[in-house]
């Protein structure tokens, strides 16, 4: 009873760093349940009255803390305070399930609790403005191969604003998915699907190399919509006119990747509801493209093509900053995403035929929401029941 004393009598001058301390310490001291709740409530009482009422009981019923062992004593008033002559002394908090509590004087001798987060699962989804650098797109087909150098390829905006509220149509515009996992304060797993377009803008001249044998057909040079010029593939190359060609990753240009985020809280209000994170994350992933590819090789405005399965043509990586705005569990966050992709064998037109693009870097402006579903923790949860 004497060592038990002992205890709370710092405990009204002084508050001190903290770390879990075992059951098996517990047991040596031979406390009961019952003792430990008493004890609970006069260290509450205590510390309440050491911090001057600069700190609520309604506050402090959020520390989520068993017990902590405290072994360096921290300044509140200017003062240091004298240390018992106990080895170890014992505060108790109510029962909470987080085994770490971390106790930090603050520039106006009021000190800062700070919980560690839960770990979690979550899930987002938004929407994105993409910009991809140029490519050289070669085709191999039946009729030959060639490449068309410095290809542009732009992103395509739905223009409708009922493709983004209806339910059945919310994935036709440019939308990012993604499902990640808390691991702790600082680092979330994550795995997503950015679903980006990448249309070719055939109205502008390129450079063009290798054959193709077959008579393509481009809008005539008088400028009646009705008529129709029909170009070797020498002139083709010589002119740099690819109307005659159209190709486009736009259902779409599927990005499937996983990869890590190390996140940094900035701002968390009193009541916790409110809080502000940034981070910075990395990983990698495969494309996944639905490819569509048209050639008009008639005199008639007839194009001959086909729209392609999804299909695995190449991987990437990617790296992203963004920032979270939180509120209680739910979020809304602004990225910025760079992703850098090689397409090896994307589908054209008949078997065999396939498309290859030099590494394409894209970037992409996100916003996108979210929520988080708090996971329990199972071992806290046992040593609750084992000490309090």
Not at 182 to 202: E, P, R, S, T
Not at 291 to 318: E, L, P, R
């Amino acid at each position: 009873m004497k060592n038990l004393f002992s205890i709370f009598i710092i405990l009204s001058s002084t508050l001190l760093s903290a770390q879990t301390i075992p059951y098996e310490k517990l047991a040596e001291q031979n406390l009961s349940d019952e003792k430990i709740d008493q004890l609970s409530e006069l260290s509450k009482n205590h510390l309440l009255k050491s911090a001057e009422n600069q700190i609520t009981k309604e506050e402090l019923e959020l520390v989520d803390v068993e017990v902590i062992i405290e072994d360096e004593p921290v300044i509140l008033s200017g003062e240091p305070a004298a240390i018992a002559s106990t080895e170890e002394s014992l505060l108790c908090f109510p029962q909470h399930k987080s085994p770490l509590l971390s106790l930090t004087q603050d520039v106006g001798n009021v000190f800062k609790i700070d919980p560690p987060k839960k770990r979690m699962i979550y899930f987002s989804w938004g929407y994105n403005r993409g910009f991809h650098s140029k490519s050289d797109a070669t085709f191999k087909t039946a009729d030959g191969t060639f490449t068309v150098h410095d290809a542009v390829g732009r992103d395509r905006q739905s223009k409708d604003i009922l493709d983004y509220v209806i339910p059945s149509r919310i994935p036709i515009p440019q939308y990012n998915l993604r499902i990640g996992y808390q691991v702790n304060d600082h680092w979330d797993i994550v795995a997503g699907l950015d679903h980006m377009k990448w249309v070719f803008d055939n109205q502008l001249k390129y450079e063009v190399t290798g054959d193709y044998n077959h008579t393509v057909f481009v809008p005539d040079a008088s400028g009646d919509p009705a008529l129709l010029t029909g170009l070797t593939f020498d002139q083709v190359k010589q002119t740099g006119d690819m109307r005659w060609l159209s190709f486009e990753h736009t259902n779409g240009y599927n990005y499937v990747h996983a990869g890590a985020i190390y996140k940094n809280n900035l701002y968390t209000s009193r009541n916790g509801d409110f809080t502000i994170d940034t981070g910075l994350g990395a990983g990698a992933g495969i494309m996944v493209p639905q490819t569509t590819v048209k050639y008009h090789q008639d005199s008639w405005w007839n194009w001959q093509g086909v729209d392609n399965q999804f299909h695995i043509a190449g991987i990437g990586a990617h790296a992203e900053a963004k920032v979270q705005l939180g509120y209680k569990n739910f979020f809304i966050e602004p990225v910025v995403r760079g992703t850098y992709i090689k397409i090896n064998n994307a589908l054209v037109q008949s078997q065999g035929e396939v498309l290859s693009h030099t590494p394409i870097g894209s970037i992409q402006f996100i916003v996108q929401g979210g929520y988080k579903i708090p996971l329990k923790d199972r071992k806290n949860k046992k040593n609750s029941k084992r000490v309090m």
